[in-house]
Structure formats: structure tokens, C-alpha cells
């Protein structure tokens, strides 16, 4: 008797489809108007499986903005795709509240299709000794089937269940094992999934060539054996036939993880699962449904067996079934534990007594966790409203502010102490905003700090880092959402201050606490991941230097703004009547339907075939407007126009709104747990994304003014920082000596490359090696510097191989990149800095090719950014132990913006480009190009 314990995988989209179109000609339509068809077919044929095969481990896999990879390769792939009937549009968030009700497992990621997923879990399960059942009508999967894995067909129109195995396969393509039917499927396409196949190739003569050539590689290979016009067909698209196949492979590498455990087939919730059947009017299958559940009790695995598991999950667990952890999250699951089961302490500290035995408490520890609660987000504007404090598990005291603020005041200098201590550790989530809210009280934090989202950031960057997601993947802990307290985002939610401090203490009380654990858990996975230094000299001594610069500021010529929106409204007015005229008629600019028309039915521009979009519409991105933009003056014209509207709209009538009411400047924030490479990210505005390419552009950046007339913006900018520090890491002499000598790298690569003495480069060639330059950290192709340049792709190969030729150890470097993230799955920048990279070994190309292009880039971002970090931190305690008048305000890419006093700007110039070229020593000189003007433009 086989022992092997089962898995049945259901594709949902499939099954959905196919239960819909079971009753398209009699749909199934509830008392409130409700087409149920989609949800009634698709429950059908789950309970079906659960009735008939009992399963021991079972889940459901859901399509989720559809495969990003194969999009990629083919842009066209499944885009002659009707629109998905309404009815289906419906029913996918009833079935996943069932399913939720049912304790079934949902199986979805964004950008992968549910046969890649299914495909990937199946081999993983198979390796684990389990039989797997794909419950999926969808002939493709036939490809996957194996000795353990099986094809489920779900009975229909009196058709009793299909089960397909090797044998089955075999026999209904044709083939000598399952793995062919991929070529099968390549070599005839799918008109549904529009994959182009090999033209005049239908399913009898995909089966003899299989039976002739056994593949599409063999076939392609062997031309010349074929006759007429088949042969010159499959000759002249073998490009085509190759992309088909790679286009009907399903994946096997899903960022998916099959663990037995959190697929088992538990009892139900049989209260919401009976709600939804009545909500729905399906009254036959509550019937089958309470049928089923009563029968099979003893079959069926109760929670409880799950959630023994699941306490103990480790870092290990952190990517699971559903992908990325943060989607496992479930408050109504039993393995999450919330205020209301779980023993705290939270005390109340309103009276002068236990303020005073709190302080002593708080005085005597080593360290603390306080999170501030207060009546917004703007942490300059915010007023406090309470802080809790917790230093032990299941404890917290939380001490409530008075509405005025001198008696705020007054309160807080009670805890001076505490916060100003240089010995006490402070704990918090995000401490920057803490810090901030703070200092409008005149309060300094000091002393160690431990920030629970940086320290998450560096263990795994590419996850999100807010306090719900962590407390539940790593504490099984849903804490209380703020809109029980305050309600719903709207003009009725509440403000802080206007709830009761007992009901606070219990919200705030449970940050704290929750907080002060994960930073207990989080500890030794800095440990663990070689991260610790990194978190203690780097990141966490940059919070209180970015939270000074966001409390700083910078001054705006709002006056200046208004007169360039106004200039810009004459040159989109201009370009606007230009357009008219090339296109011999008006038309709403802005609409990509009525702009689509104009370019490609009536100008007939871009070929005899425009790309379309899935809902049949002419594409006119972007990306298609900039091929064709070089031929057609028209096309430039509305590049530059959305260009112009862009600029206005984002940034010439954007930023005058954000000014601080009560500063008079603008306050960037600095998302330092962002970017997984280490660079800092902007916001409110965003400083990074002002384009610089354009005058127009440019421009923007004059509207950034000094602070009054006794003070000059100074600028400080790394002059090719990343090209140096790949000249370091490689260690290529060439380039070295280069760096060493002080030469122009753009001039000495071209003179290199094209073999010319240094001063005979000429200008187009100087262009072409800087093109190179910097292309090489970003992987560039061939194909790539011939779109960037006007070289021919010949060319453009010829020139990037010579290019290597020159610079041999880059090549060696970038090579021993990879192969360092292929063996340990992640590669590091020169302080120890990750960038984990689960795709670096996919079987996808175009997924590993992306991989294998951060591998060799994300060192090397992130050292210029952990470089930058150290200089911003050096120079902050410069001007602050120093007591210097001038302010470091910005930091964007490679640069550093200064408020420069005039009195102190040529000591400035001296300390800051010694601290920044000396921030870290590699075996080329780090160089700091300084500028100073009355605005950053000047500056720059």
C-alpha cells in the first residue's frame, strides 16, 4: 500500500473560468442581482476534491497581475485577451473569503501566474515524499507530471474525473515523456495565451515532428531535412520557436517554499463559512458543506496541530507560500496572538508619584524602549500626546501630556534625564520620527539607540519593515490597529488626543512592548548576518544626522517658482501648437487613446503593426515614443511636452505647497530603510528625481536658496565615486593609474579603447567610453549601447570587447561577482552591506540575467552610498561638537548640500572635503568636486 501523503494544488483562475462558462447559458444570479456562477463553479469542484480524495495537504493558487518574466520576454503574450467578465471580477474576493473562512491556503504572488507557482511547489512537495494532485483543467501542466505528480481534471458535464499521469500524458500528446509536451506546445502556440508557435505548425504535425526530432531545439537544428514552404516557414522564425517554447515552460523557481505544515487540510470555520454560503444564497452547498465537515471530522487536522509548528518558526521561515512573509499576515488566523489573549501589564502614569517612581525605574535600566504617540504624522507639527515606555516583556507604562503646551514642557523635563543619558539604550520603531517630535519640545535623545525597523532593514532589505509586518512574522503577534482607536482615514477620524488615556495605554503600551521584543529577536540576526558594525557605526549614528537635516530644512524662492510654472506655460502652449499642426488637427493631448489614434491611424507611424495594449488601445509609452522620436519630429515634440507638464505639475507648482507654514521652508524626509542597495531615498519632496538633463530641469534646483543674506549654499559632490570604487574592487591597474594620475577616466578609457594618444580623443569618443563606463556597472549590452549611442550593434560589441580587453581584471571582477552570489546567495558592499538575490540560479534568463546585473551593481552602489553615510556622519559631529553656524541640509546621490555661514565657508570648504574624500581609504583617491552660488543650481 503506497503511504506517501497527498497534496492537491487547485489553479484557481482555471477552475473559475471553467465553472463560469459551465453555466454561461443559464448564469446562476442571487436575489440581490449577484451573477454567483464563477463562485459556485469554482466551490463545486473544490468541495468535490475535499469530498471524494480527503486530502491530507491541499491550497489554492491564484494568478496576481500576471507573469511579469514573460511579459518581459514577449510584451504581446496574452494580450489578445478578452476582458475578464465582470461575474469573474466579482466572485475572485468572495472565493478567498471561503477560502480564508475555510482555513485553506491561498498561494499568490505578484508577477507569477498560478501554474508557475503549482509548478514550482509540486517539485518541492515531490522531493518531500508527497504524491501531488494539480486540480486544473489547463492542458499545460501536463509538462510537470512525473512519477508523484499528477494531473486532476475535476469532472463536468457528466465526464467523471481525469486523473493524468506519465502514461496518460504520453499517450494523448504523443510523446516519449512528459517534459516534451513544452515543445509540443511551442511548436503548435496558444492562440488564447496568443504565444506565436511556429506558423503553419498545428497539433498533428508538432506530433510528428516530436516523433521525428523529440524537441523544438533538434527540429530548428535540422532545417534542412524539411521541404517547400514548411521549410521556409520554420527558417525564417526559429527566433519565434525558440521564445514559444520558453514562453510555455512553467517556472520552477517561484519565490515559493512548500512547507507540509501550513498546507495541511484543516477543520473549518464553520460559522463564517456558513455565513458566506447564506450571504450568497447557496443553499444546496452549505448543506454538502456541512455534510462533508461533519462526516470527515476525524479526517481532517484541527488548527491546533498547524499552530504548534508555526510557533516555532525561525528566520528560515521568512519566505513562505504566499511569497514575501508580510502576505501571510492574518489577524484571523489562531496562529497570531493579539492584546485581548495574551497576559500584559500596562500601567497608566498620570500623577505626579508615578511619574516620579517611573523616572527612578527608567533612571536604573540599561536599556529602554519608548515609542511617542502624538496627533499626526508631521512630526514638526505634531503635538505629543503621550509616551509609552516598556523594558520588560508583557510591561509597559504609558504617561499621558496635557493639551498646553508649557505643561507639556514642564512634564517632559521630568525625563530629561532619561532621554539625555549617554548609557541608556533607546529603543523605537522609525526613532528618527521620534527624535523629531522631540526636539520641537527642546528634548535631545542620547546615548545608544536601536532602531527595530533599521536593524530589519539590514537582516533581510527586499522585505517591509513596518512594526505590524514584523510582530507577526516574527512574534506571531497582531498588535491593535490604530483605527480602533481613532477610526477610519476621513474627515470623522479622530485625533489622538481626543481618546481616552486608558484606551491609549493599551495601544501604546503594546507598541512599546512589542517594539522592546523584536529588538531581543533582532539582535542576534545582526549577529547572524554579519550586520552588527554596519548597524551600530553606520546606520544607526545617520539617524539623529538626518533627522537634524530634516528639522533644518531648506529655504524656496517661491517667487521664482511662479515665474518658471509661467515660462513653462508658454513652452507647453508652444510645443501643444506645434503638435496641432503636425498632426492637421486638435486633440486631447493627455488622452493615450485619442494620442494613439492620431500617431498610428491617421499618421500611420511605427509600422505596419502597433503595439496594442489589453484593452486594444495603440501603446504610446514612453519606452515606444522614444524609438520612434529620432524619425519623427512630432513624436519629440510630445516627449518634451510631457516632460514640461511633468516638471510643472511634480515639482514647479508642487513644491510651493509644501513649505512648513511655520518654518517657511521646506523639510525632505529620508527613507533610510528603503532601497535595498543603501541609498538614501527622498520624500515630500523627492530631491533624487529632479531632472538635471534639461535646462528646464535644472532649473528647479535655483529655487533652492541660502537662508539669508549672511549665508551661501555650498555643494560637495563625489566626482565618479561608483567608477572609482570598481576600479578599487577590481583592482584593474589601468584604471588605477588612471584615478592615481588625476586624468579625465572618460578621456583615458577612449584613448585606451580606441587607441589613440590621450589628446588627440575626440569629443564623440570621449561620449561613447563614458556611455561604456558607466553602462558596464549596469550590465550594459551590446543592443543596450547602440540604443544609448549611434553605434550599430556590431559596433557597439566591438567597442564593449575592447573595452574588456583593456580593463582585463574588470572583466575577472565581475565574473567573481557572480559566481560569489551564485554560492552564497547575496553579495556585499565593502562594509558588509547585503543584497540578497534569490533569482542568481533561476532556470528563467531574463530572472537571472537581472539578478547576475545586481550582483555586479548593488556592491557597488552601495559602497558609494555606506561612503557617503560616514562622510554625512563625520561632518554632522563636526558641526555640532564644533558649534558651527553653517548646516549640512540635503544629501542627494554623490552630493551633500550646505547652508554655508560666509564667515565660516572657507574653513567649511576645507573640513568637508577632507572628511568626505577621507571617509574611507580604497587604492584610488576619493575626490570632491566644491561649489557655492546663492542657490543649488549656482552651486552645482
Known sequence: ??????????????????????????????????????????????????????????????DNGGSKDRLELFPEYKANRD???????????????????????????????????????????????????????????????????????????????????????????????????????????????????????????????????????NLLDNTHQLKGKMKENIENNKEKGILSKKLATIMLDCPVTFDANQFVLEQPDIEKSEALFVELEFRRMKEQFDKIFSVNQTSIKTPETVTSNAKNATLDDQFSLFGEVENTTNSDSPYFANLSTTNHVYQLCDSKMSIRLLVQSLLQQTSVCFDTETTGLDALNAELVGIAFSYEKGTAFYVPFSDNKEETQELLESFKAFFESEQIEKIGQNLKYDIKVLKQYNIEVKGPLFDTMIAHYLINPDMRHNMDI????????????????????????????????????????????????????????????????????????????????????????????????????????????????????????????????????????????????????YATGEEILSDLAPKHQIVQDILDWRQLIKLQNTYVDALPKQVDPKTKRVHTEYMQA?????????????????????????????????????????????????????????????????????????????????????????????????????????????????????????????????????????????????DFAREHGYVQTILGRRRYLKDINSHNAVVKGAAERNAVNAPIQGSAADIIKIAMINIHKKLISEKWQSKLLLQVHDELVFDAHKEELENLKTMVKQEMENAFTLTVPLIVDLGVGQNWLEAH
Open 1 to 62: 500500500m503506497d503511504n506517501k501523503k497527498r497534496l492537491f494544488l487547485l489553479d484557481a483562475y482555471a477552475l473559475i473560468f471553467r465553472g463560469y462558462y459551465a453555466f454561461i447559458k443559464n448564469p446562476r444570479i442571487n436575489s440581490k442581482g449577484l451573477d454567483t456562477s464563477a463562485i459556485l463553479g469554482f466551490m463545486n469542484s473544490l468541495l468535490d476534491v475535499i469530498k471524494k480524495e480527503q486530502p491530507d495537504h491541499l491550497a489554492v493558487a491564484f
Open 83 to 217: 476582458a475578464t467578465p465582470e461575474a469573474i471580477k466579482i466572485a475572485v474576493p468572495y472565493i478567498k473569503e471561503i477560502l480564508k473562512a475555510m482555513h485553506i491556503p491561498i498561494i499568490e504572488v505578484s508577477g507569477f501566474e498560478a501554474d508557475d507557482l503549482i509548478g514550482t511547489i509540486s517539485k518541492q512537495a515531490e522531493k518531500e515524499d508527497f504524491k501531488v494532485y494539480m486540480v486544473t483543467p489547463d492542458k499545460d501542466y501536463a509538462q510537470l507530471v512525473s512519477e508523484n505528480i499528477f494531473m486532476y481534471k475535476p469532472a463536468r458535464m457528466g465526464n467523471g474525473v481525469e486523473i493524468w499521469g506519465i502514461d496518460e500524458v504520453k499517450e494523448k500528446f504523443e510523446v516519449e515523456e512528459p517534459i516534451q509536451v513544452i515543445d509540443f506546445l511551442g511548436m503548435m502556440g496558444d492562440s488564447v495565451d496568443n504565444i506565436p508557435g511556429l506558423p503553419g505548425v498545428g497539433e498533428k504535425t508538432a506530433k510528428k515532428f516530436l516523433k521525428e526530432y523529440g524537441s523544438m531545439e
Open 470 to 617: 514584523l510582530s507577526e512574522t516574527y512574534l506571531r503577534y497582531t498588535p491593535q490597529p490604530i483605527e480602533d482607536l481613532i477610526g477610519k482615514k476621513g474627515k470623522n477620524q479622530k485625533s489622538m488626543k481626543d481618546i481616552s488615556p486608558e484606551l491609549v495605554k493599551e495601544y501604546a503600551g503594546e507598541d512599546a512592548d512589542i517594539t522592546f521584543q523584536l529588538k531581543q529577536n533582532f539582535e542576534p540576526q545582526l549577529q547572524a548576518t554579519n550586520t552588527i558594525e554596519l548597524f551600530q557605526n553606520i546606520e544607526v549614528p545617520l539617524v539623529p544626522v538626518l533627522a537634524d537635516m530634516e528639522s533644518e530644512g531648506i529655504r524656496l524662492d517661491i517667487d521664482f517658482l511662479a515665474s518658471l510654472s509661467g515660462a513653462l506655460n508658454q513652452d507647453i502652449k508652444q510645443l501643444e501648437k506645434a503638435i496641432y499642426e503636425e498632426a492637421g488637427e486638435e486633440f486631447n493631448l493627455a488622452s493615450p487613446k485619442q494620442l494613439g489614434d492620431i500617431l498610428f491611424d491617421k499618421l500611420k507611424i511605427g509600422g505596419s503593426k502597433p503595439k496594442k495594449t489589453k484593452t486594444g488601445q
Open 674 to 818: 528603503v532601497a535595498a542597495t543603501g541609498r538614501l531615498s527622498s520624500n515630500n519632496p523627492n530631491l533624487q528625481n529632479i531632472p538635471i538633463r534639461t535646462e528646464r530641469g535644472r532649473s528647479v534646483r535655483k529655487a533652492f536658496v541660502a537662508r539669508d543674506e549672511n549665508y551661501v549654499i555650498m555643494a560637495a559632490d563625489y566626482s565618479q565615486i561608483e567608477l572609482r570604487i570598481i576600479a578599487a574592487l577590481s583592482e584593474e591597474p589601468n584604471m588605477i593609474e588612471s584615478f592615481k594620475n588625476g586624468e579625465d577616466i572618460h578621456r583615458s578609457t577612449a584613448a585606451r579603447v580606441f587607441n589613440v594618444p590621450l589628446e588627440e580623443v575626440t569629443k564623440e569618443q570621449r561620449s561613447h567610453a563614458k556611455t561604456v563606463n558607466f553602462g558596464i556597472i549596469y550590465g550594459v549590452s551590446a543592443f543596450g549601447l547602440s540604443n544609448q549611442t549611434n553605434l550599430s550593434r556590431s559596433e557597439s560589441k566591438e567597442l564593449i570587447d575592447t573595452y574588456y580587453a583593456t580593463y582585463p581584471k574588470l572583466k575577472d571582477y565581475i565574473a567573481k561577482q557572480i
